[in-house]
């Protein structure tokens, strides 16, 4: 019979240290680049990604999915999806940007967030303070 326990055999890595040895070593770059760019992609555009200056969305380029800068096929202003959102000018990664959104909204605190997102906890505020008044 197959136990379902999350025991590991004897003298393996599991047991009662290891949640918090794995909270010791997690942070931002345990998460996908890629996927958390969509996922604030889509959260900050709910409409699709425009242009700032004129609004075209034609000709959405697949660099935009991903947080790349592009230029206007109608008005050749450069923009990124995150341009006119709250993460336009951040100096964060966007996995420490998924990963604080994602802390706070788990209702942690600023030393916790600051922490595990390897920011500041002037930062961690500041983040929640923006997020507050968005
Ligand atoms: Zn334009």
Do not use: Y
């Not at 918090?20 to 555009?45: H, I, M, S, T, W």
């Not at 699709?48 to 991903?66: E, H, I, K, N, R």
């Not at 996995?95 to 605190?109: P, V």
């Amino acid at each position: 019979m197959i136990s379902k326990s999350p025991q590991a055999p004897s003298g393996g890595p599991l047991g009662p240290a290891f949640p918090q040895a794995l909270l010791a070593g997690f942070g931002p770059d345990c998460l996908a680049f890629k996927a958390c760019a969509r996922l604030l992609v889509e959260l900050l555009n709910p409409g699709g990604v425009g242009c700032p200056a004129c609004g075209s969305t034609a000709d959405p380029s697949p660099q935009l999915t991903t947080g790349g800068r592009v230029r206007c096929t109608h008005c050749g202003r450069r923009f990124t999806a995150f341009s006119g959102t709250l993460l336009e000018g951040c100096k964060i990664s966007l996995q420490q940007a998924a990963l604080i959104f994602l802390l706070l909204a788990l209702g942690h605190d600023n030393a916790t967030v600051a922490t595990l997102a390897g920011v500041s906890a002037e930062t961690a505020r500041a983040w929640r303070a923006k997020l507050e008044a968005a």
